[in-house]
């Protein structure tokens, strides 16, 4: 049996990644030329610029990094558990995130590293924040998970394995999300340049005001069960 997955996971899972994809494509195109939604890539630039002695490149990628780091750690600061469960503090966390990315455009229209720090915590505290829901990897700022989730039910396929259904659709649409971003995000910053991060800044807020009001729903009468958890679990996936 496959994990199952209420649909305000799907909604914004596929609302992050966007947003992810957004905020990624607008460092990458700014004034530094930096991605900021994941670390594999900054990494092994870091380790290039450590062999080669550019000093300014290792400060630079290593701010990345650890802003990166202290954005999920606010958002384990916040939410205080690493399994995606409704009635948690996400809208805070979105919240916050919303801020992030709002104070990163003067800094990025001044040219400043800080922008990209900025936005990187904004990051790390996304990518923190949803993680897991029923043993499924849940990432909304980088796809390679997502990539190899596809490739893992692709081959169990293959050899005449139950395909897990939910879980493949999740990546697709993550995929696609993010890939939707990216477009949408270098649209905006050829007509917008740096102001361009108050749209993904504006949809984070929103989608924090969507769950607030959707948990308070949920978890309200005839939703809610006894222990004060709501029912948001969808029938079994089917095979």
Request: proline share 5%; glycine share 12%; net charge positive.
């Amino acid at each position: 049996m496959g994990v199952q997955l209420p649909r305000w996971v799907w909604v914004g899972a596929v609302t992050l990644a966007c947003i992810a994809g957004m905020v990624n494509v607008i460092g990458y195109l700014g004034f530094e030329h930096q991605a900021v939604s994941h670390l594999t890539g900054t990494t092994s630039l870091l380790g290039a610029a450590l062999a080669g002695g550019d000093w300014r490149a290792v400060r630079h990628l290593w701010a990345i990094l650890i802003a990166f780091s202290l954005g999920a750690m606010v958002s384990g600061l916040i939410i205080q558990d690493s399994t995606l469960r409704l009635g948690r503090r996400y809208g805070v966390a979105l919240a916050v995130e919303a801020l992030l990315l709002a104070a990163s455009v003067p800094l990025f229209m001044r040219q400043e590293l800080n922008g990209a720090l900025l936005a990187a915590m904004a990051c790390g505290l996304q990518n923190a924040m949803v993680t897991t829901y029923s043993g499924a990897i849940v990432r909304t700022t980088h796809l390679s998970g997502m990539f190899t989730d596809l490739g893992i039910g692709l081959g169990h396929a293959l050899r005449g394995m139950p395909l897990p259904v939910r879980r493949l659709m999740l990546s697709a649409l993550i995929i696609s999300g993010f890939l939707a971003g990216g477009i949408l995000g270098a649209w905006l910053f050829r007509a917008l340049h740096y102001r361009a991060l108050l749209i993904p800044s504006a949809l984070t807020g929103l989608t924090g005001i969507g769950y607030v009001l959707y948990r308070h729903w949920r978890l309200s009468p005839p939703y809610r069960q006894p222990g004060g958890q709501a029912d948001v679990q969808e029938p079994p996936e089917p095979h």
